[in-house]
């Protein structure tokens, strides 16, 4: 039995409910329960449901009972991306809400950090993935706006900022690295018996009229071929 305040979290469609209770696992079955009989108390809440299907159960944090309306109303202000129907915990609540405050939740903002830090993509392909705006890894990257990420994750911080300098580097020489790896990597077409070094994706295509995305695509393994060629481990 644990007292504290909750989420109901559809992580994908990055919507969240926040909530608190004095059994937060009961709570949680109840929601279910309502969920599925189409007798939720919200209806923001059950529309969610019906279109993404049971949400996941976030344990935001465990405190006494009697701070349980002061740590919603905190959790509930760090988030943009609720489906509370009305202000939690805040007295005299009960008022409609809408948070137009921050364009990104912090869950985004964290899913776009967790890109950067990887290095694995370019910051055209995180934007795209993320439905961001280019302008926003700048902002994340520079420290001067959203700063709690640079103070909560220090080491990744400077891990991401090393590897948008290296990228950096890579597009003013006029190339583009290979995606999320420092190996050397080889691709082999057996039709045309040819085994290539692959230093440059870019130049690489243009050689060989192929289509960039896919062959970043093929070195990332989430492909098998394309035009003849496969990834080759000698």
């Not at 039995?1 to 469609?13: D, K, N, P, R």
């Not at 915990?89 to 776009?112: D, F, M, Q």
């Not at 006029?174 to 994706?201: A, F």
Request: net charge positive; charged share 25%; hydrophobic share 35%.
């Amino acid at each position: 039995m644990t007292i504290g305040i909750y989420a109901l979290s559809w992580e994908e469609q990055d919507l969240i409910y926040i909530g608190q209770s004095v059994n937060i696992e009961s709570r949680f079955k109840k929601h279910l329960r309502l969920l599925c009989f189409n007798n939720h108390f919200n209806h923001r809440v059950q529309t969610t449901y019906k279109l993404y299907g049971k949400p996941v159960l976030f344990i935001l944090e465990i405190c006494l009972e009697d701070e349980l309306n002061y740590k919603e109303y905190y959790w509930f202000k760090e988030f943009n991306n609720t489906l509370n129907i009305a202000v939690p915990g805040e007295p005299g609540g009960g008022k409609s809400w809408r948070n137009s405050n921050a364009k990104y939740s912090k869950i985004k903002l964290l899913r776009v950090f967790s890109r950067l830090v990887s290095g694995k993509l370019s910051f055209s392909e995180i934007a795209i993935k993320e439905q961001v705006s280019k302008s926003l890894l700048d902002h994340i990257l520079s420290g001067d706006n959203h700063t709690w990420i640079k103070d909560s994750y220090p080491d990744e911080f400077i891990k991401a900022k090393e590897y948008a300098t290296n990228r950096k580097q890579f597009n003013d020489r006029g190339g583009r690295p290979i995606i999320g790896s420092t190996r050397i990597i080889y691709l082999i077409n057996s039709d045309l018996n040819k085994l290539e070094k692959i230093n440059n994706i870019c130049e690489f295509c243009r050689t060989n009229n192929l289509h960039q995305s896919a062959i970043s695509l093929l070195i990332k393994r989430q492909r098998q071929s394309h035009k003849g060629w496969k990834l080759y481990t000698p």
